[in-house]
C-alpha cells in the first residue's frame, strides 16, 4: 500500500484558498503552460509519506498513528504565502505555505514518523516541510513569478483536530493523478 499521514485543511480554509488559485489556474490554462493543477480534494499537508506499506501492517500502522496523534495537541494553522520545491529557480512544485500560528507541527510531523517506523511502515527521509501542493512543473522551471502571485495570500486561521492517514492510488484520479482514499482518522488531544 502506498499511504500517507495528513492534516486536510477545513472546508473554510480550503474555500478560501481556492478562491485565489482559481483565476490564476484559469489564466493559467488559457496559456498553456507547463504546470498541470492539483485538484482541490487533493490539498492537504503531508506528515509523513509511507510508500510501501505491506497490507498486513495496516492496523499497526493505524494504531501507532492513533496512539501518537492523541498525544499532541490540536495546532491552529494558516496557509500562507507561497514557495517553490526544490528552489525558485528548478522549481518541481508550487505550493501554499502553512503557517503555525500555535503548536508545532515539525514535533507531531516527527512523532508520527517515528510511530510509523515503529509498526513497520519506514517514512521517506525527506526533510519536513508543511505545505500544500498547488501544482507541479512538467519540467524545472524558473518559478518566481508564481510565488510570487500566491506569497501574499493569507487564509483564515483554523484548528487542525485530526490527521488522516491516506492511500494513495497511482493513476486513479482525473487526468491520471493519483486517487486518494481516507483509511483511518486519528484525533489530535
Known sequence: MRLFVAIVPPDEALDDLAEHVEPRRLADEQGHSDLRWTDRHQWHVTLAFLADVPDWRLDDVTAAVA???ARHRAPLLRLSGAGAF???????????GVEEVRGDLRRLASG??????????????????????LARFRRPTEATRWI??????????????EVALV???LGQGRGHRPRYEVVARAALS
Open 112 to 133: 508520527i514518523r517515528t510511530a510509523c517506523n515503529g509498526a513497520g511502515a519506514t517514512p521517506d527521509g525527506t526533510r519536513f516541510h508543511p505545505h500544500v501542493t
Open 86 to 96: 526544490p528552489n525558485a529557480y528548478g522549481a518541481r512544485v508550487l505550493y501554499a
Open 167 to 169: 492511500e494513495s492510488h
Open 148 to 161: 510570487r502571485a500566491f506569497e501574499a495570500h493569507e487564509g483564515p486561521v483554523w484548528q487542525a483536530t
Open 67 to 69: 496512539a501518537t496523534a
